[in-house]
């Protein structure tokens, strides 16, 4: 089971940016994915998650009307759009997944929100 984060990087308040979690090693169309991420010194925390249909998207409040979920079962492939960002977006941002043989992590990909 590989997760792949990507898309990070530095953007200015106001700004957008769009991560992606590429996965591979296991049935992804029919699993729930989410996104947490780690603020500098604190910790981790759920960001939004997604079923294997994309009907159910449940979000943190922080985030409720300015982050996006979505997911391309072709690709394998599960997305954040982020809109509006603010400072305290600024974290390191983590896809995972929840399997019969385990909890899987990706490495992580940084935001850093700042002027």
């Known amino acids: 089971v590989q997760l792949v984060e990507s898309g990070g990087g530095l953007v200015q308040p106001g700004g957008s940016l769009r991560l992606s979690c590429v996965t591979s090693?296991?049935?992804?169309?029919?699993?729930?994915m989410s996104w947490f991420r780690q603020p500098p010194g604190k910790k981790r925390e759920f960001v939004a998650s997604?079923?294997?249909?994309?009907?159910?998207?449940p979000y943190a409040t922080s985030v409720l009307g300015r982050f996006t979920i979505s997911r391309d079962n072709a690709k394998n492939t599960v997305f954040l759009q982020m809109n509006n960002l603010a400072p305290e977006d600024t974290a390191v941002y983590y896809c995972k997944c929840i399997l019969d043989s385990g909890t899987y992590w990706g490495k992580g990909t940084l935001v850093t929100v700042s002027s």
């Open positions: 090693g296991f049935a992804f169309r029919n699993e729930l």
């Open positions: 997604i079923d294997g249909s994309g009907t159910n998207t």
